[in-house]
């Protein structure tokens, strides 16, 4: 139980970290802890430590995050055409803003009591509030198992399966693969990479554990 416990604490921290990265401005608060982030033997392993191995190699980090924000501008939100644009609606629903895959995502928060946290500042199909309400499902799910509450991990369980399924998947993989193909960054081209594989290996976890499998002996046993 204490490694379940540590998979979904860390669930948790990534999907987090990886949502404040993908706001502007880009800020050495939000990059730090990716560096410190442990390497637990993960099949996103390998991109976690590309992408630590490229911050630990910067020298100067006013000049890197000064970069680093002028391509956030020309990837996702500055003026013009931008070749990966962070929001669902873009990619589902023929490049639009703020379209029924935005008000689809609002129901969801809205559900959660997160309307409040989540909704205002940018649109609410962001690759930064998806991830971020993924987040906090992660670490709800961890709170259920440390109180031995099945049921509500079950519940917690479904919900992420479900908020993968019908949004994150549908269109983050491909936002992904645009940033990879069109960032003259590295930087850019290894968080892209990571976020990539993780959506995709944690979407197959749940799956696989499907609501963890465990019978009520095996989740009520003490951390």
Request: charged share 20%.
């Amino acid at each position: 139980m204490k490694q379940l416990a540590e998979t979904l604490a860390q669930r948790a921290i990534l999907y987090r970290l990886l949502g404040g990265i993908y706001t502007y401005p880009l800020t050495l608060e939000k990059v730090e802890p990716i560096i410190k982030l442990e390497r637990q033997d993960k099949p996103w392993k390998d991109s976690l430590i590309s992408l630590q191995n490229y911050l630990k190699g910067i020298n100067n980090w006013e000049v890197f995050l000064e970069e680093t924000n002028i391509e956030y501008t020309r990837l996702f939100e500055g003026p013009g055409q931008h070749p990966a644009p962070p929001f669902a609606s873009f990619y589902l629903d023929d490049g639009t803003v703020m379209g029924a895959p935005a008000v689809a995502v609002r129901q969801e928060y809205i559900k959660w009591n997160l309307a409040p946290i989540l909704i205002g500042k940018i649109p609410d199909d962001h690759i930064a509030l998806e991830l971020t309400f993924m987040s906090y499902l992660a670490n709800e799910t961890y709170l259920a198992l440390s109180k031995n509450n099945n049921s509500f991990l079950y519940v917690l369980l479904k919900a992420q399966e479900e908020f993968l399924n019908k949004h994150l998947i549908s269109w983050a993989l491909q936002f992904c693969s645009n940033i990879i193909s069109a960032s003259t960054m590295n930087f850019f081209k290894n968080l892209t990479s990571l976020t990539k594989i993780y959506i995709e290996t944690d979407f197959e976890w749940i799956l696989t554990k499907k609501y963890l499998k465990l019978t009520t002996e095996e989740i009520t046993k003490p951390l």
